[in-house]
């Protein structure tokens, strides 16, 4: 609706988990490397957790572009609130086996013949369960018992468990103690810190094919990290309806306003309007986010470097999108060792 008023070609805070707009911080290319490496070197049981909203599914969409499919055959199962004969049937389904035996013996052969077929022609058959901290414990223990398919040197079939944070608790269970541990590598991710989601909003506004510069004041920005805790989804929200409700209005410019406005109409506020200072929207200069400026922090004796000798406190360009990628460090673990299984020149790890 807003797009032509702002400059654009796309949603660029979709609710829809795209992988195209993905925004990759330090735990999410951690995660996205263990996840590759774990799959191609078949470890067997893998685990990501996250609390809701921080991207487990849009980081599960990008896993199944980035891997070739000549090397993976995947079965993703959405929707884990089934029965054990239900979910056995649903993960033969996505393989692409369609005719399904009643009998769950049959079925169990018929798969066990899928993958060692697949192991055959050098392709690595991975269960992914979304959801998974929704997944009963009988179908966890059915989950546990599939992967039993194995041959002297390898697993036949690598299983991912994606589900929010509560997924942990419900592993720790001392029934289920058989099936953790069997876990053979555990990922997290979490959510985005105060600069994380000054940048995140900057990524979607340039993958949406933005022709001007994002409109949401450093104030707003602020606010909007403030009122979604970092979590990705509820940025999007936030965002979204601060556009539309700037779009309504005719402002070109998104200030605290528009973002505690929206972040009521969502009722993230707990039914609590904070303070908004009179001054409108439209009132506050937008400056391009390459010339904001920032103090250097004071000296331990409280003050700024130069002000000893009657200079002004030195300042500098806030880092940009690319600076900021570049400050997550030296390659893991992981992502060395994703290099050394042949997708060193994936981009994304």
């Not at 951690?30 to 490496?37: F, K, N, P, Q, S």
């Not at 013996?105 to 058959?125: E, I, N, S």
């Not at 223990?141 to 942990?168: C, D, H, P, W, Y």
């Not at 000054?198 to 001007?212: E, F, L, S, V």
Request: aromatic share 6%; hydrophobic share 40%.
């Amino acid at each position: 609706m807003y797009h032509q008023f702002f400059g654009l070609t796309k949603d660029p805070f979709s609710m829809t988990p795209d992988p195209a707009f993905l925004f990759l911080t330090a735990p999410h290319r951690e995660a996205l490397a263990g996840l590759t490496y774990s799959i191609l070197s078949r470890k067997g049981f893998v685990v990501l957790t996250g609390d809701a909203g921080t991207g487990k599914t849009t980081l599960l969409s990008r896993i199944f572009q980035s891997i070739p499919a000549t090397r993976v055959r995947f079965s993703v199962v959405l929707n884990p609130t089934l029965t054990p004969a239900e979910f056995l049937e649903l993960a033969l389904l996505d393989f692409g086996i369609t005719n399904i035996p009643a009998s769950k013996a049959q079925r169990l052969t018929l798969l066990q013949q899928f993958l060692v077929d697949t192991h055959k022609k050098g392709q690595v058959a991975v269960l992914v369960v979304d959801e998974a901290h929704k997944l009963p414990p009988d179908v966890l223990e059915e989950i546990r018992l599939l992967s039993n398919f194995e041959l002297a040197e390898t697993k036949l079939l690598q299983i991912v468990l994606a589900g929010q944070t509560e997924l942990g608790d419900l592993l720790n269970r001392q029934d289920l103690r058989q099936l953790k541990q069997r876990v053979a590598v555990r990922l997290a991710i979490q959510p985005l810190s105060p600069t994380g989601v000054d940048h995140y909003i900057q990524h979607r506004w340039q993958k949406a094919g933005a022709t001007q510069p994002q409109p949401f004041q450093l104030e707003a920005v602020a606010r909007i990290a403030q009122y979604s805790h970092g979590i990705p989804r509820l940025v999007n929200s936030l965002c979204d309806n601060a556009l539309m409700l700037a779009f309504a209005k005719g402002d070109k410019v998104i200030g605290v306003a528009h973002v505690v406005e929206a972040a009521t109409d969502l009722d993230v506020l707990n039914g609590r309007r904070p303070p908004v200072r009179p001054a409108v929207a439209s009132q506050y200069p937008v400056r391009p986010r390459m010339e904001r400026r920032v103090e250097i922090p004071a000296t331990s004796n409280g003050t700024t470097p130069g002000a000893q000798n009657g200079t002004e406190p030195a300042t500098g360009p806030v880092p940009t999108l690319q600076r900021y990628q570049r400050r997550e460090g030296k390659p893991s673990a992981f992502r060395r060792l994703v290099g050394k299984l042949g997708l060193a020149s994936n981009p994304d790890i």
